[in-house]
Structures are given as structure tokens and as C-alpha cells.
């Protein structure tokens, strides 16, 4: 059973320079089990080739209002699908479904639709940062429509900058959310909620050439941030990797080196956070001064006194907000659960990801993962080795679970009083 199985997808492809990127969602939307029904513009069929997508979805391409054996192929298309998907969707694109205009077989079934929409802006940054791209943009998502994307990258001729497709994994994901809950046009099943999520390994100096750090990538934690973001939350990541966090909408990066400026970003973030994911691989311990000047061989070996660093999680613990969901991470190399429980019961968190990162393939600068969720209300879960990505979506899906839980207790899980859980 795919995850999409039974659903159909109107999959309308527009003409900008990441119109071949359709192709790969497309191929994923229908080896999730989706019936895709591609639409394409004059424009699009100036990037690629119809044939492909005539190949690979489920039913031939419609590219034209007139051109098709039903009589009224728009609200064919528009009345029988469970979602619309614009990917890429160009600046003329964005502009005309804001105003309602329907000249072409793609407009006219959006306007046809009462189904869920989900639109991937991608064109040049100049463009995207037009004032009437982005208040068009604004207002297709106030009316409800999905916005996944742009992300920050790589364009066509060279240049760098905002305004590259959202890459195809977070295009499905969004899908995914919405068509995986209730089919309602909320934006997918985080819409509403805020998300503080940690990623990276924190440094620690010793003097300002060297360093105490970890191995932790910010992999797994961007994972997490890019997931939740396109699951309609809107998401701070505290990062120590920020170079390679998710440049998207609906994620703000917030940069840190230490678990000093890390406890300080969190804490001062977390207030209004409904689940607090953290990820980070924090320093235990800091060098208890810093030399000012570069640590010499000729002066001999150096004696670095280390001191305990603020435990976040702790902190969060004590002092987290009502119905607010805490969620540790633990990268252990034995006993895993064991470990994993006992954390989980001392920090008077919420739920545990445990890994063990000694594993191959799993955990520190791979992009893959296994790890095993401890909820305290007994709860286990193995996901085996995986994409990061499906790491990420089944760690929200549990913490998803815990929230979820927490409301139907009565609003509040009882954080502010039972501070030593
Ligand atoms: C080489 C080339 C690349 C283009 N890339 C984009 C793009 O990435 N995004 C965009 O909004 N428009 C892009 N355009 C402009 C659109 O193709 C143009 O606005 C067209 O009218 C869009 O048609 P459609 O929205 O009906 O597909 C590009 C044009 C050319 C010639």
C-alpha cells in the first residue's frame, strides 16, 4: 500500500527552467500510489516534453482547454481530484490564480476545484522578490493554499539566491500531510502549531584556533525543520550548521556556535512553542577559560580544566509552557534503550529519539537513520534504518501524537505543576 493509494492528484507543470523537476515528483507521486493526472501550460511544453509525463503518470497530459474528448476538461480535472499541484508554478502562474483569471486548461481548474491546492513557486530571485509576486503569494496562502518553497540555491545561468523549487522530498511530504489527514485545505496537519527545533553539534573553544565539538552534522535536526515546515508549522531551527539549514519559507534560522548561545536562543524561543524538538548534539562540558591567543606546542602540553554546561533540556523541563511537547534526543553507543528510558524519565521530557550511532548508516553525518521513540506514556517505536527525511516525519507523527494527547487530557499536560516528571 502506498501512502497516497487511491488518491487523485491534477499535477499542473507551468513554464520555468524547473519544469524537468515535475518529472521526479510526478514518478513519486505515482510510486506512492497516486493517480496523477498531469496538466501542462504552452509554456512548460517549451521546458519538456509531454511524452514523459504522458509515460510516467496515470493518464495522458492535458494540455489544452479545447483539445480534450470530455467537453468540459476542467472541471473534470478540477471536480474529481483530491488535490491540485502546481510544480513548478511561474510568476504568471501565481499572479492569475490570485486574480481568478482562467485562460488556460490550468487556471480554469483551479478555479474548477473545491479540492486542496498546493503550489511550488520557482523562478529567479529578482522575480520572487517582486512586491506583486509576493503579495500574490500571500494571499493564495491566507485563502488556504500551500505554499512549498522556494528554497535558497542554485539557479539557471549560475546565479545563487532565493527561488529554487522546493526540493521534490518536500513537495511530498506537504502532500503527503494533507491527503495523510483530513483532506481539509488547513495546510497540512502542523498548520497553526510552532515548532523550535536544535541541530548541529555545539563547539566549545579552547583558544580561538581550536575547539571541543561533536560529530553531529544537523542532518537529522534540518530534517526535522524542513518536515515540520512543510507540514504547515512554522518553525525556528537553532543551528550550529547554518550554512546548510533549510533556506525555506516557514523556517527561521537562528545561528549559534556554543551551548552557552544555544541555551540562550532556545529558552528565549521556547515560550510560545507547542512542540520543542532537541535534536542538537550539545556540549556536556566547556573548557573553563578560553586562551586568548592560539595554545603553542613550544609552550607544552595544556591542561584544559572542563566545567559542566547549562542542560537544556533540563531548563526546558522545568520551565516549559502548559500542553507544551518536549522531545529529547540521545545518541548512545550501548543499551540503548535502557539509556533512552532513563534519560527520558530524568528530563521529565515528553518522548525520546535514541540512536545508536554506532551502528552503520545511522545517526552522525549519514543521511540515513535509525532510532528507536520512547513516549512516557509507554509508547515504543523502532523505525528502521531510513532517509532522514522518514526519520523526521515519523518523529513529528509521534510528537504529533503526544500534543494530541496532551489537548484531549484537558488542554494542558500538567508541565507547569509536575516539574520533576
Ligand atoms: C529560459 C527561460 C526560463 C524561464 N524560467 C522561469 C522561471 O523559472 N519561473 C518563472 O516564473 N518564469 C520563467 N520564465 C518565464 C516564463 O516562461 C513566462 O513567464 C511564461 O509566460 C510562463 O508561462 P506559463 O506560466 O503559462 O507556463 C522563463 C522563461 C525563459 C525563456
Known sequence: MGALDGHRIVLGVTGGIAAYKAIEVCRRLVDAGAHVAPVMTGGAMRFVGRATFDALASETTQVSLWDEEHPVPHTRLGQGADLVVVCPATARLLADYRMGRSGDLLTATLMATRAPVVVCPAMHTEMWEQPAVQENVSVLAERGVTIVGPEHGRLAGGDVGAGRLADPVDILAAIDSILGSDGSTSGGDMAGLEVLVTAGGTREPICPVRYVGNRSSGKQGHALARAAAARGAKVRCVTTQPETAPDIIGVQVLAVETAAEMATAVLSNSATADIVLMAAAVADFRPVEVAGSKLKKADGTPEIMLEPTTDILAELGRNRSPGQVLVGFAAETDDLRQNATSKLESKGIDMIVANDV??????????????????????????????????????????LGCLHNARDAGGATGHGEDVNR
Open 358 to 399: 554506532s551502528a552503520s548508516g545511522v545517526g552522525f553525518g549519514h543521511d540515513t537513520n535509525a532510532v528507536l521513540l520512547l513516549d512516557r506514556s509507554g509508547g515504543a517505536t523502532e523505525v528502521p534504518l531510513s532517509e532522514k527525511h522518514q526519520v523526521a516525519a515519523a518523529v513529528l507523527d509521534a510528537a
